[in-house]
């Protein structure tokens, strides 16, 4: 008998592709899927195959939530968990509640840490920053299956912890390319992903200052939108800037593949950012956009097997102008070969099957 996989994750559950793509794949395989999530900052309506869930949650400050959340969640996985269940936890802010209970249980415990939760900046030298630390110091060293999204990151969680996470990408599914490149006038530089500091958004703003015949597309949002918005009229730069809001995955997917260069400029803001491989980097890459890069580990590795875009010197708006402007002389078709090969080895078709591998050997576990 195929065992349950109830997944659950502080989200609600609405633009978070990794989850998507993980249970997608999982009740694609035959397991029986359930995903529960929240409903903090909206519950959009949406589809899935497997049956899901948000838990309502009633606090007003993000601090009370997380506890809010950990005690629901905890009622909820003792109601429905059973001796054929796995657990799977997504990050260290849905990871307590899951261990307690399949320890309860003694059932397997599945781990996916997206990040390094501890170190993000939105928690760095808060109190909450202490909570997380001892969460991962108290759970991850006793864990037998884990995940993460970068090869970084499985190098710091071993060196910390002593644990051995495999290494599954956010990486897309393949998408075929038309070959068809639009002659866009102005040229189209694309941001995707959160408002969020430390991305170098600020930064690609004041770029625009030294970019003719470009113009910059930011889409998403996040706690900097308004601030951004407002360096963009306080810059005179509302002909040259556009915010498009956040947009529903498939809409992004249609706006990435007509751009001219895409963005992955994240800034060193605590080794979440530094250790960090970016959606944004896989998804351009899948529609055979190039980008410019920030010096950071993950990044340099892929440009050191694919020539996919150009690095940014550092972080001065002159800097990262040129950069651009190198991407957009070479040109789309320029990249084309390399962003070819890099597609084809950064897809979910190759992640899934170390997903899969690791669901097994849990399934496995008596």
């Known amino acids: 008998m195929r065992k349950k996989i109830i997944t659950s994750a502080f989200s609600n559950l609405y633009t978070d592709q990794r989850i998507e793509k993980v249970c997608r794949t999982l009740y694609e395989a035959g397991y029986e899927v359930e995903l529960i999530g929240n409903d903090w900052k909206g519950a959009e309506e949406m589809q899935r195959p497997y049956p899901f869930s948000r838990i309502h949650l009633a606090s007003k400050s993000l601090k009370t939530a997380y506890f809010e959340f950990n005690w629901k969640l905890y009622q909820e996985l003792k109601r429905k968990a059973d001796q054929n269940t796995i657990l799977h ?16 249980l003694n059932i397997p415990l599945v781990f996916d840490s997206h990040e390094i939760f ?14 997380w630390r001892y969460v991962e110091k108290t759970v991850i060293p006793k864990l037998e299956w884990m995940m993460t999204a970068s090869g970084s990151y499985a190098k710091w969680f071993q060196k910390k912890y002593g644990v051995s996470p495999v290494v599954v990408q956010n990486a897309p599914r393949k998408l075929e390319f038309d070959a068809h490149i639009p002659e866009n006038n102005p040229k189209i530089l694309l941001y995707q992903g959160a408002i969020n500091p430390f991305r170098g958004i600020d930064k690609v ?38 915010f498009l809001g956040k947009l529903k995955p498939e809409d992004l997917r249609k706006i990435t593949v007509t751009v001219d260069c895409g963005m992955s400029i994240e800034e060193n803001g605590g080794e979440s950012y530094l250790y960090s491989l970016p959606n944004k980097v896989l ?9 410019i890069l920030s010096n950071l580990p993950e990044m340099q590795n892929i440009k050191s097997q694919f020539d996919v875009g150009e690095m940014i010197k550092n972080h001065q708006p002159e800097s990262i102008a040129e950069a651009v402007r190198k991407v957009l002389d070479k040109g789309r078709l320029g990249y084309q070969p390399e962003l070819e090969k890099a ?19 849990a399934s496995n576990a008596r």
Do not use: T
Not at 214 to 229: F, H, M, S, W
């Open 89 to 104: 936890a997504n990050d260290v802010d849905a990871l307590y509640s899951n261990y307690l209970i399949a320890k309860k």
């Open 118 to 131: 501890s170190e993000m900046p939105a928690v760095q030298g808060k109190m909450s920053q202490k909570l």
């Open 205 to 242: 703003i004041m770029a625009m200052h030294h970019l003719e015949g470009v113009i910059l597309k930011i889409a998403g949002d996040g706690p900097r939108k308004e601030e951004y918005e407002d360096l963009v009229s306080k810059e005179k730069l509302q002909q040259k800037v556009q």
């Open 283 to 291: 998804d351009c890459i899948q529609a055979r956009v190039p980008l």
């Open 343 to 361: 597609s084809r080895a950064l897809c979910w078709e190759n992640e899934e099957i170390k997903l899969l591998k690791v669901f097994q050997e």
